[in-house]
């Protein structure tokens, strides 16, 4: 696992960050200050999500998901324009991760600048996902639910020929997605984003480990969907299938379920909280 930034003195003798010397991807100074927005947003419904399922381990109840975090914003005063915000912002780190994905890290080689793209693409896909929530929100009036997405989009799929095992496609690719995003906790990889000398000496750790944690916890949500669209799939039934909040809903019915909620529950928290950081410090 890399070392957390900070752990070694810089010429001047300040604390210095020791991951990542890569640069930037970001097209323009615009798009740029957009993503920074919408990365803070990012973070915002993740930080959002946390609490909800913080609230369904302790009372039960509510609905843990983007979709939930989304309405729960617009519920707020200046909602609506806080929304409007969020998106375009979410819209331009998205472009920005998508540029990054198809022509970025050409200061990276082989294999590593794969890996490279390949993580701006799902990050890409992820905002923009989250982008799209809010568009529906703010034109419909209304989020709708990932438990009852995924089980009309997987009813669909299944109704084709050799459904079955496009359903249990998905389910594989969730589980690498899974794996890989506990991946780059455990690696700590994801800090090779941060210019660290924009943050004070005294957060760079925390921040650091706010990320691993993040990461981490947020792949163990992932599993778990993983496992109910596999489910899905072996039974033939679109029920089984579910979003995130199915997803952490099945953790809290788990044996000791509750207090296994609330630690995933504290990982969509330091992830929030991770991104906020990130936003404020990511290589332009």
Not at 12 to 32: C, L, Q, W
Not at 100 to 129: H, N, S, Y
Not at 186 to 191: D, E, H, N, P, V
Not at 228 to 240: T, W
Request: glycine residues 16%.
């Amino acid at each position: 696992m890399s070392a957390a930034p900070g752990s070694t003195d810089s010429a001047d003798g300040s604390r210095g960050p020791t991951i990542g010397d890569g640069e930037g991807e970001a097209p323009n100074r615009a798009v740029e200050l957009l993503g920074r927005v919408g990365l803070a947003g990012y973070g915002l419904v993740h930080l959002l999500v946390g609490v909800l399922a913080v609230q369904i381990a302790v009372r039960g109840g509510g609905q843990a998901d983007q979709q939930g975090a989304v309405a729960t914003l617009a519920a707020e005063p200046f909602g609506f324009v806080l929304l409007v915000v969020i998106v375009v912002g979410l819209v331009a780190f998205g472009a920005w991760q998508g540029l990054a994905a198809a022509t970025g890290f050409r200061w990276a080689t082989g294999w590593d600048r794969t890996q490279r793209r390949i993580g701006a693409a799902g990050t890409a896909v992820g905002v923009l996902f989250v982008a799209l929530i809010g568009v529906q929100l703010l034109v419909t009036g209304s989020s709708g639910s990932s438990s009852g997405g995924s089980q009309q989009t997987t009813a669909g799929l299944l109704a084709l020929p050799g459904g079955r095992y496009v359903v249990f496609g998905i389910a594989v690719v969730v589980l690498i997605i899974a794996g890989a995003t506990a991946w780059t906790g455990i690696r700590g990889s994801f800090a090779e984003a941060i210019d660290w000398s924009r943050l004070p000496s005294s957060l760079r750790t925390p921040v650091y480990w706010l990320g691993v944690a993040g990461h981490v916890l947020r792949a163990v949500a992932f599993a778990v969907m993983a496992v109910l669209f596999g489910v899905a799939a072996v039974r033939a039934d679109p029920g089984q299938a579910g979003g995130l909040d199915a997803a952490l809903k099945t953790l809290a019915a788990q044996p000791f379920g509750p207090v296994l909620l609330l630690v995933v529950a504290l990982g969509f928290v330091a992830y929030g909280v991770y991104c906020g950081a990130d936003a404020w410090a990511r290589r332009i």
